[in-house]
């Protein structure tokens, strides 16, 4: 980067905040979903099986996106309007959803979506790291996850009341309160694209046509290249939270009816976002000052609490509302930290030509990672029982617990 285009001194400038606005509407959009679809489900008469598998190969198709993503702005040096079309392709994967009667079309929906996330998600993180410095990274992203995370707090709250509201009136399809709620979710994703197009400048557009990809990603760093590896094995137990709304639906339902559970279990997913919302700029600002990588690290040991305390929940048969409240709280401090500092972590360790990249291998690992999570975990839950399953989780998260803290070390 020249000296021309170094970033400003104020860290809270146009583009993190263009940024963080985009991305709370763009949250608000697809989160919706995310805390609708169990019920939708359920609704549907679709096992969890079916569901582990829609959102692990969602989560898969946008992690090799992301690599593709990330090679291509680098190379090519337009990332601006890459993002515009992945934040174009949420909404159009929404009513895609709202018109399914069964698992393919919610499978084509949900993976349109999730491409356009895989499309837009290391371009926008490489524009906003580059239009901070270093020593303020950590408040930057905790800020712009603080601001994504409100659309996800926001637009879950409006869809579960107004799914409440719709239930009431008379619907000669009972999925009818549903598809409602998925429909008016398309009106914020389109707004995203808007917010992004007026508000988002791109500081740097630096074509590099001799980049090629497999010898970028062998001239990636080897402390990056540990650092994927224990993201990736703690990945592989990151199963997709849709999974711990589902959990909360089946552990409520006998005693409040499956409609009151999923918007119990909705407002429960809500309480994690709140979370993620109120802590993501402190912890980003704690990592300035105490190191990113280790905060990270007690982050990822919150996240194998996580499926633990899951496991233990379904192994002792609790449906008592205080323990399903602490499981989430405990989900939203995790995410707080893992979608605050993988990224400033990866900054720090790749150079910024090759950011985007990085980026995008970030993503495939982790997306992959969550492949296998989510794909394993529903089905271990269908097949055996969820005990088994988020027992798997924990025993795997555990393990890239530890594997970054060995990086940590070297």
Request: proline residues 5%; hydrophobic residues 55%.
């Amino acid at each position: 980067m020249t000296a021309s285009s170094a970033p400003p001194p104020r860290w809270l400038n146009r583009t993190v905040a263009g940024a963080g606005i985009t991305s709370a509407l763009g949250d608000f959009c697809y989160e919706t979903t995310t805390v609708i679809l169990p019920g939708f489900l359920a609704v549907l008469g679709i096992p969890a099986a079916v569901l582990g598998v829609i959102e692990g190969t969602a989560d898969a198709v946008a992690s090799f996106t992301k690599l593709l993503s990330g090679y291509v702005a680098d190379k090519l040096g337009h990332r601006k309007l890459l993002v515009l079309v992945g934040y174009g392709l949420t909404p159009l994967g929404q009513g895609l959803i709202a018109l399914a009667a069964g698992w393919p079309l919610i499978l084509l929906g949900r993976l349109v979506s999730w491409f356009g996330k895989g499309l837009r998600g290391p371009l926008r993180d490489a524009i906003v790291i580059q239009a901070v410095r270093p020593e303020t990274r950590g408040r930057a992203f905790g800020f712009h996850r603080a601001a994504d995370t409100i659309g996800a707090v926001l637009g879950p709250l409006l869809g579960v009341g107004l799914l409440g509201w719709a239930h009431g009136l008379d619907w000669d399809d009972p999925a009818g309160p549903f598809r409602l709620v998925l429909w008016l979710s398309v009106i914020p994703g389109a707004l995203a694209v808007l917010a992004f197009l007026t508000l988002v400048q791109d500081p740097q557009h630096s074509p590099n046509p001799a980049l090629r990809l497999f010898s970028t990603l062998r001239g990636l760093p080897l402390r990056f290249k540990r650092y994927l590896g224990a993201v990736g094995l703690f990945g592989i137990g990151d199963f997709s939270h849709s999974l711990l709304i589902l959990a909360a639906t089946q552990a409520l339902t006998p005693a409040m009816g499956v409609v009151h559970a999923a918007q119990v279990a909705g407002l429960l997913y809500v309480g994690r976002n709140l979370v993620q919302v109120a802590l993501s700029y402190p912890i980003g600002a704690a990592a300035d000052r105490l190191g990113h990588q280790p905060v990270l690290v007690a982050g990822y040991v919150l996240g194998t609490l996580t499926a633990l305390l899951t496991a233990l929940a379904f192994w002792l048969r609790i449906d008592a509302l205080a323990v399903w409240c602490v499981i989430f709280v405990v989900a939203g401090l995790y995410v707080a930290v893992q979608e605050a500092l993988e990224s400033t972590v990866t900054a720090a360790m790749v150079p910024s030509d090759r950011l985007a990249t990085g980026y995008g291998a970030l993503g495939t690992v982790n997306g992959g990672a969550k492949f296998l999570s989510s794909a394993t975990v529903g089905v271990v839950w269908t097949a055996a029982s969820p005990v088994l399953g988020f027992g798997l989780a924990a025993l795997l998260m555990a393990a890239g617990t530890a594997a970054l803290a060995r990086v940590q070390r070297h």
